[in-house]
C-alpha cells in the first residue's frame, strides 16, 4: 500500500513503528525549513519514501516576506530531483488562521506560491500534491488558468462536494490529470458527503493516505481509509487494496 500523504518526518520518535510493514509513504514537506528532514528520511529509508517538497498554503507569506530565501525554488527543483521527488505540499486555504494574528492568512501570496510550485512541478514532470480548504473555485481558476500543469495532480484529503469534484476537476484537461485521496483524519468527520464524492470519483483516480504526523498512528489510519473506499464502493477489501495500489503506482509513476 502506499500512503499517499503524510507527514510523518516531524515525529522521528515513532518511526520504526511504520517501517515494520511495507507501506510506502510519501512523506509531504509543508514549509522550507523541513525540507532537509524529509530529504534525510528519504536517504535512509530509499524505496520506502517518496519525498514531497513544497510550501504550504498556511507558509506562503514567508517568501513575501523575506523569512523564506529567494532560492527557495531553485532549491526545491534541485531537492525534487535528487531525491526522484514530487512537489507538495501546496495549495489555498481560506479557513485558517494564523495562530500569531489570528487573522486569516493572506490569499495573495498562497495564490503566487501555488502557481510557481505548479509550474515547478510541470518543468520537472513530476505530480503534485494539493491543499485546498474552501477554496475550490479559486484553485479550479488557479489550474485551468495556468499555461501548463503537472502531469498528475492529487487533491488531498478531499473536503469539498461531490458535485464540485465533478463539475470543476473531474471533467475535460483536469479530469485527465486529477486523483482524488481520501483520509479517514479529515474525511470521517463527515461519512456521507465522502461518500458520495468517493463515489463520484473514477475507481482508477482514487488515492488514500493518513494525513498523519504520528508515524505509529498511520497504519491504522490508513487502513481506516481503504475500508472509507472499500464500503463507499462496494468492494472487498483485497480488491480495494489492489486497486489503490494500482492507482498509487500511476500516480507517482511506477510502472511495475
Known amino acids: 500500500m502506499h500512503d499517499v500523504h503524510c507527514h510523518i518526518h516531524e515525529t ?3 518511526l520504526a513503528s511504520a517501517f515494520d510493514g511495507d507501506t510506502v509513504y510519501c512523506v509531504q514537506a509543508t514549509r522550507y525549513t ?5 530529504a534525510q528520511l528519504k536517504e535512509e529509508h530509499g524505496d520506502r519514501v517518496v519525498a514531497a517538497f513544497g510550501i504550504h498554503p498556511w507558509f506562503a507569506d514567508r517568501v513575501e516576506s523575506g523569512m523564506i530565501p529567494g532560492s527557495w525554488a531553485s532549491e526545491l527543483r534541485l531537492l525534487v530531483r535528487q531525491h526522484g521527488g514530487i512537489v507538495g505540499e501546496c495549495g489555498l ?3 485558517a488562521r494564523s495562530p500569531a494574528t489570528g487573522k486569516l492568512y493572506a490569499l495573495e501570496p498562497q495564490v503566487a506560491v501555488l502557481k510557481a510550485q505548479l509550474a515547478i512541478a510541470h518543468e520537472l514532470g513530476v505530480p503534485v500534491s494539493v491543499h485546498c480548504v474552501r477554496a475550490f473555485g479559486l484553485l479550479a481558476d488557479v489550474l485551468r488558468e495556468a499555461a501548463a500543469l503537472p502531469p498528475r495532480i492529487m487533491l488531498h484529503s478531499y473536503s469539498g462536494s461531490p458535485e464540485m469534484l465533478r463539475q470543476l476537476f473531474l471533467k475535460g484537461e483536469l479530469g ?3 486523483y482524488v485521496s481520501f483520509s479517514h483524519a479529515v474525511n470521517a468527520r463527515s461519512p456521507e458527503k465522502t461518500r ?3 463515489k463520484a470519483t473514477p475507481s482508477s483516480r482514487l488515492l488514500v493516505e493518513s494525513d498523519l504526523h504520528d508515524a505509529s498512528a498511520a497504519p491504522l489510519a490508513l487502513s481506516r481509509a481503504v475500508d472509507m473506499v472499500a464500503e463507499a464502493n462496494g468492494w472487498e477489501p ?3 487494496c489492489r486497486q489503490l495500489a494500482e492507482n498509487a503506482r500511476a500516480f507517482f509513476g511506477v510502472l511495475n
Do not use: G, M, N, Q
Open 12 to 14: 522521528p520518535a515513532t
Open 34 to 38: 523541513d525540507w532537509s528532514s524529509v
Open 93 to 95: 486555504d481560506k479557513a
Open 176 to 178: 485527465a490529470r486529477v
Open 196 to 198: 458520495l464524492s468517493i
Open 238 to 240: 483485497d480488491e480495494a
